[in-house]
């Protein structure tokens, strides 16, 4: 599993910190928890948004291209509330799915140096999945998605529902264009991995040396 990778790599003296994955990471693709957001992510596109083709497609492109589905959503045009988006997707999961893994906690309590939870996850979903790990008191703390997307002005969380002028952009479409031009697809608002700016936020927020931190 990765996380043992991670531990490995822990052990060398040089580094002072591990960052750790959530998902997929500290329990196994295995458990079908995956699969269910990936379910309640389509689901959401079609009954909350009204996207009617497509979707499977149009989900792997998002993820592909901005690090997460809700990121690529609201940077083609899409306009909702990230808690009504993790509470749809996260809040419906079967946790029961997960079962605690002693091994693993007492492999990460035997580690003496930093580990901290770095996740495009809300609070609540991972809160609820290291309950379910028995880990919850295994880390130092949690870097997730309201960590680094704080709701403010320029930012906020609680927007309208989607206006029926707003553009969206065919996202389809227009990965065929980029491929032919110096097109660059919208940016968007969410800041998550596997970019760069989420891992300088996190090295910064948790005073962390890139150079002495393995992830």
Not at 166 to 183: K, Q
Request: glycine share 4%; net charge negative.
């Amino acid at each position: 599993m990765e996380y043992e990778d991670q531990i490995n790599q822990a052990m060398d003296p040089k580094y002072e910190c591990l960052l750790f994955d959530l998902d997929d990471t500290l329990y196994p693709l295995t458990s079908g928890i995956s699969s269910e957001v990936t379910k309640n992510i389509q689901e959401y596109m079609i009954k909350k948004l009204g996207i009617k083709d497509n979707v499977p497609e149009l989900c792997v492109s998002l993820y592909k291209h901005y690090g997460t589905t809700m990121a690529g959503l609201k940077a083609i045009g899409y306009n909702f509330e990230y808690d009504d988006f993790h509470s749809f997707v996260h809040g419906r999961l079967p946790y029961a799915m997960l079962k605690p893994d002693p091994v693993l906690r007492n492999l990460l309590l035997s580690i003496p140096i930093r580990k901290i939870i770095f996740t495009n996850a809300d609070k609540n979903h991972a809160a609820r999945v290291l309950n379910r790990l028995g880990l919850e008191d295994c880390f130092e703390g949690i870097i997730c998605f309201e960590t680094l997307n704080p709701i403010n002005k320029e930012n906020p969380s609680a927007a309208d529902d989607i206006k029926p002028d707003t553009a969206i952009v065919d996202i389809n479409g227009y990965c065929s264009a980029v491929l032919d031009s110096e097109l660059k697809l919208p940016s968007t608002p969410v800041v998550c991995k596997p970019f760069e700016n989420a891992f300088e936020q996190v090295f910064k927020i948790a005073k962390i040396n890139p150079q002495k931190t393995a992830t």
